[in-house]
């Protein structure tokens, strides 16, 4: 276990449905990242949060709303999604959003949008 | 924008011998350099780390190379086993730029007995 857990695991969600990605970290981190990964792509950055404040929205669908109450816990709500959103969702966390350490990253939502 | 090629897509060796994997980018060159390991279905597990100041960085079977002239880092796995295969990702560290890590396509690669 890397100390990130995101749930769910899977997910299957209708266009006109909502839901969320939840993501929680045991490690004491202060920073944290949503990250995409689609087949054949590479991981995109979505969000960053750095002492529960967003430092970074890069270019993402309004469609995706992330929401970080406090350092250890990072949601992605969802609503009205596209089938081309399907893909694997990975929150990461690391000490701080300076430069120098590791990420951790979660096992990821598998999300299928129908 | 920054961008990053990992040369190749899949790279298939046979069991004891060196795999190497390259990384090359545009652009910004980061203080820092990862190098990560991802396995099917699950999130991406940190290998390596080097900084723009050092050359050469090994971890056991495991040797990164980082040139900023060339803009480029190697990634070795010397003795290769098939439990090394899975797919390697490279990350610029872009932190001090403001951003975040920002990762390449990845190699899968392939060790067969």
């Known amino acids: 276990e890397t100390g990130v857990t995101q749930t769910p695991r899977h997910l299957v969600m209708g266009m006109t449905n909502k839901k969320s990605l939840k993501c929680e970290q045991h490690l004491g981190h202060n920073a944290m990242y949503w990250y995409k990964q689609s087949a054949k792509k590479p991981l995109e950055l979505m969000f960053v949060?750095?002492?529960?404040?967003?430092?970074e929205n890069n270019s993402v669908p309004s469609r995706f709303s992330p929401e970080c109450p406090n350092s250890s816990h990072l949601f992605l709500h969802l609503h009205t999604l596209q089938p081309e959103d399907s893909a694997l969702y990975l929150c990461?966390?690391?000490?701080?959003?300076?430069?120098?350490?590791?990420?951790?990253f979660g096992q990821g939502t598998r999300l299928t949008v129908v | 924008s920054q961008k990053i090629e990992q040369n190749s897509e899949a790279l298939n060796i046979q069991e004891g011998k060196t795999a190497t994997l390259t990384c090359n980018y545009t652009?910004?060159?980061?203080?820092?350099l990862q190098w990560y390991r991802q396995d099917p279905g699950r999130g991406p597990v940190f290998l390596l780390l080097?900084?723009?100041?050092?050359k050469e960085k090994r971890k056991e079977r495991l040797k990164v190379t980082f040139d900023t002239t060339l803009k480029q880092s190697l990634f070795h796995i010397t003795a290769s086993q098939p439990a090394d295969s899975a797919t390697y990702l490279c990350?610029?560290?872009?932190?001090?730029?403001?951003?975040?890590?920002?990762f390449g396509k990845g190699t899968t690669l392939s060790v067969s007995s």
């Open positions: 990350a610029l560290d872009m932190r001090q730029a403001g951003t975040a890590l920002i």
């Open positions: 990461a966390s690391s000490q701080d959003s300076v430069s120098g350490d590791e990420a951790f």
């Open positions: 949060y750095n002492f529960k404040e967003q430092t």
């Open positions: 080097i900084r723009e100041n050092e």
């Open positions: 652009n910004y060159s980061p203080a820092y």
